[in-house]
């Protein structure tokens, strides 16, 4: 039996050490380098001696037994990065993955809320106890930097500078950035700061649960859903939403779309386009609306 496993401990040394990749990523990525290699071990094929027609019977298997496109486009890429190391590392003298296409997917634009449902759902929170005026904080702050909420669920005070109006955010591929915010953001941390009980929180976290724990991503996102329910909003709201919303509205008031992707943590201006396609739609659909022959 062929052993290729030691090809694939390499390539996952270095998206780790080198490429400085995020932990679901290294693990998407060998995920399906793994799968690849259940299946040319089947054909008895080391990595290094696979050919472009032993990849394209792979991926061809893969859609057949149901791998929806988005997975798919995942899968070649994956094969792509691995083969590329290979190619670098003189492991390989030809890339089989050069010529890869790959399969086309669906455009999904993110959901957004307007300014108008930004206000009704930041003014369907009380303030009538820590809880409430959490929520706030956490709210305004989401949607003042467009954080992920990973990120806003453990922020901690060393994170935040309160006197200079900035976040310091250590994101995906610990890749560090900075992220100003407005005096709105800033009031309602400080109203919640004043309720806050001081609680002895080992990991100094900024927004913490009534118990003084740190807050989940399941917890934010059922009180979520209940402040959006109150505020009479009927859409599907996530934390991601508010994310969306702040760069799409940054967008659209003419900010540089290369700030946005600052400001987002994101690697490729490619992913921070997308905001731009929300805008055109409704000049589109203002177009067709208003244009007498529209």
Excluded at 1 to 12: A, C, E, G, I, T
Excluded at 199 to 217: C, H, M, P, T
Excluded at 220 to 229: T, Y
Aim: glycine share 4%.
């Amino acid at each position: 039996m062929p052993d290729n496993q030691k090809p694939l401990k390499d390539f996952v040394s270095y998206i780790v050490v080198e490429k400085g990749l995020s932990k679901n990523t290294i693990l998407a990525y060998r995920s399906d380098i793994l799968k690849f290699v259940a299946f040319v071990e089947k054909r008895r094929i080391q990595l290094e001696n696979c050919q472009h027609q032993d990849i394209t019977d792979f991926l061809w298997q893969a859609k057949v037994d149901g791998l929806k496109p988005k997975s798919l486009y995942r899968l070649v890429e994956s094969l792509r990065q691995f083969y590329k190391f290979l190619n670098s590392e003189d492991i390989i003298k030809t890339n089989p993955t050069l010529y890869l296409s790959s399969p086309r997917i669906p455009e999904n634009l993110p959901d957004m809320l307007t300014f108008d449902e930004i206000m009704l759902l930041l003014n369907a929170v009380t303030d009538k106890d820590e809880v409430d005026v959490r929520n706030r904080a956490m709210l305004e702050l989401l949607y003042a930097t467009g954080l992920r909420v990973s990120e806003l669920i453990n922020l901690k005070f060393s994170n935040i500078n309160l006197q200079d109006n900035f976040l310091r955010i250590i994101g995906k591929g610990s890749k560090e950035r900075l992220i100003p915010f407005g005096e709105k953001a800033k009031t309602f941390i400080n109203i919640y700061l004043l309720k806050r009980k001081p609680y002895a929180n080992s990991e100094d976290n900024v927004f913490i649960s009534r118990l003084g724990k740190k807050l989940s991503r399941v917890e934010f996102w059922r009180q979520l859903k209940n402040i959006s329910k109150k505020a009479g909003i009927n859409k599907n709201i996530t934390p991601h939403t508010l994310r969306h919303s702040f760069a799409t509205h940054l967008l659209a008031g003419g900010a540089d779309i290369r700030f946005v992707q600052e400001m987002l943590g994101h690697a490729s201006i490619a992913t921070t386009q997308i905001y731009t396609h929300l805008d055109k739609d409704k000049i589109i659909q203002q177009h067709k609306n208003f244009h007498p022959r529209g």
